[in-house]
């Protein structure tokens, strides 16, 4: 089946490279996307000098703009599956067949990659690992659907799922939203465990001031999102 690669990356320049070429690596018929948010440091010249295959954003659209442009890319070029992978080498490209498997095997519309199945690899810290506990039972709570990992943007769809995501993404920290928009649309989804990797260069997007804003937001938006979405593609 045709699968494309969504890489979102801002400011991702120490790196990108090595995350393409462990996709390349691992899934050499697949395509890939890396999808550079406006980076303000060298991460597009990286890209340009190897002749890698991405999408420059003009101006910095954050990580949801950011994979909404992915998968917008992957709707108009017609794949059957899309990966959704962060540039900065926590998620594993050796679990991308995996989470193809699930999808083509079971049928559902989206495969999500949970470090909290198997409690393997790193965890995060203590209290991120409550917050991700608390997001997880609130889309429960809101749709149904029982997640270990409702931040998790390791995660595989398909054409349904492409579909859906290039008309209808959250933009500021979306990967819990995104759960309850699937769910929401009539769409199935579960989870595989993964092995995640600790970030080795730069930091999240999330630091202890943003904490409880984040918390808020999203929060807030998991509970929009239940009550507003079907009416929104309606």
């Known amino acids: 089946m045709k699968t494309l690669v969504i890489i979102p990356a801002y400011n991702e320049h120490r790196s990108i490279l090595n995350v393409i070429e462990r996709v390349e690596a691992i899934e050499p018929k697949v395509d890939y996307l890396v999808v550079n948010d406006c980076s303000r440091d060298d991460t597009r010249a990286i890209l340009h000098d190897n002749r890698a295959s991405f999408l420059d954003l003009p101006i910095n659209l954050g990580i949801g703009g950011a994979v909404q442009s992915g998968y917008l890319y992957a709707r108009e070029h017609d794949y059957d599956i899309a990966i959704q992978i962060d540039g900065d080498g926590q998620h594993d490209p050796a679990y991308i067949p995996v989470l193809i498997n699930e999808l083509t095997s ?74 309850v928009t699937l769910v929401c649309s009539g769409c199935k989804v579960t989870e595989v465990p993964v092995i995640m990797n600790e970030r080795n260069f730069g930091s999240s997007s999330i630091n202890n001031l943003k904490s409880i804003y984040y918390m808020t937001k999203v929060s807030l938006s998991i509970i929009m999102a239940r009550f507003q979405f079907k009416k929104v593609v309606s």
């Open 106 to 179: 079971t049928g559902v519309d989206c495969v999500v990659g949970s470090r909290f199945i198997t409690n393997e690899g790193f965890q995060s810290s203590f209290m991120r690992r409550i917050g991700i506990r608390f997001l997880s039972s609130l889309v429960k709570l809101t749709c149904g659907l029982k997640v270990h990992d409702a931040t998790s943007g390791f995660r595989a769809v398909n054409k349904t799922g492409i579909d859906l995501f290039a008309k209808y993404y959250a933009q500021d920290f979306p990967e819990p939203e995104s759960l």
